[in-house]
């Protein structure tokens, strides 16, 4: 009888031990607070105000404070602000930027609404670009492509802030699109290399070279198309922006290797250039005379694997040899540059 007190005793107090808590015993769910609930559910016949300031308290309302999906309630609203004067649209376009960031897809049905219009303030304008392209990449194929046909029409236009704004709109489109649609935005952008505004030009090549550096090997032939037009552009900042990617991938493809023959077309015309221009010529006569070198030496080290028992002996470089010569008269053309900094960089 005393086993089995104290057995009921035992089994008594076992039970309020502590189990071991597993994560799978727990179910997230999420809560909100009644009076956030109520403060939401309350705000939300404000959006059908004729007041614009209070649909766009109510926006940024449900943007920061609501857990749940309350905002596609104050898309509609907000997109009809697009019809008010000036003034109210351009704050109702920076809410829609803001929106944008978080829940873009709750726009896309709208992406007609945020078309370009020739008459349109610039700081309309930018907005509008800046929303079109975090759309574009949550949008369908025929959306894209139109988007891109806006761009592309504003890009061949005579406003040069407009077209430089398009430019930078069809670079960042090409940095969060597929393999087609970035080889699409790249040609758009290639077209624009050929302009007269310098800025323009620089632009271009600066996203070229963004694009080029993210996918090194996808663009191996546009390092050769850019160095096609060399000889045809007249603006600095172009030239320098081409010259540049030729030396950083100089030593990438030794079969279609161009470096060393920009680099001596480039020589000839290098007392007519810019410093700018000059400055990336004797950088890329140094990643030539690099890889050079790197090359001989793999040479060297394979001819004593293959003969281990023989002592290794370095053999001096041949001076006579086309890519040594090339850079002692780089070296030679930048020690009289007039440029102090070039000078030293040499």
Known sequence: RAATKEEKSRDFYEDLDA?????????????????????LKSAQPLLQSRNSAVILSVTRLYLYTSPTDYLHQAIGPLIALLRSPKDVQ????YNVVQVCLQKPALFVPYFRHFLIHANEAPQIWRLKFETLTLLFP?????????????????SQGHDADLVRESVRS????????????????????????????????????????????????????TVIRLAKNLDTLSSPAARASIVWPVGE?????????????????????????????????????????????????AEQQALAALSPGEPSTTSELDADAPIPQLYTHTLLLARYTPSYDLRDRA
């Open 90 to 93: 351009e704050i109702a376009l």
């Open 19 to 39: 189990k071991e808590e597993q994560p799978d015993d727990f179910e997230e769910m999420e809560t909100t607070d009644p009076d956030l609930t109520l403060l």
């Open 138 to 154: 949550r949008s369908d194929k025929s959306t894209q492509d139109l988007i891109l046909a806006e761009l592309e029409h504003f």
């Open 249 to 297: 991938y100089a030593g990438t493809d030794s079969d279609s290797n161009i470096a060393a023959d920009v680099l001596r077309i480039s020589l000839k015309t290098y007392a007519d250039e810019s410093d700018e221009v000059r400055a990336q010529i004797v950088l890329l006569a140094a990643k030539v005379y690099l890889h050079y070198l790197n090359a001989v030496n």
């Open 170 to 221: 069809i670079g960042r489109c090409a940095q969060v699109s597929d393999t087609k649609t970035s080889r699409r935005c790249l040609s758009l952008l290639l077209k624009q290399i050929h302009s007269s505004d310098s800025m323009l030009v620089g632009e271009a090549m600066e996203v070229i070279r963004h694009m080029i550096q993210r996918s090194p090997e996808e663009h191996s032939k």
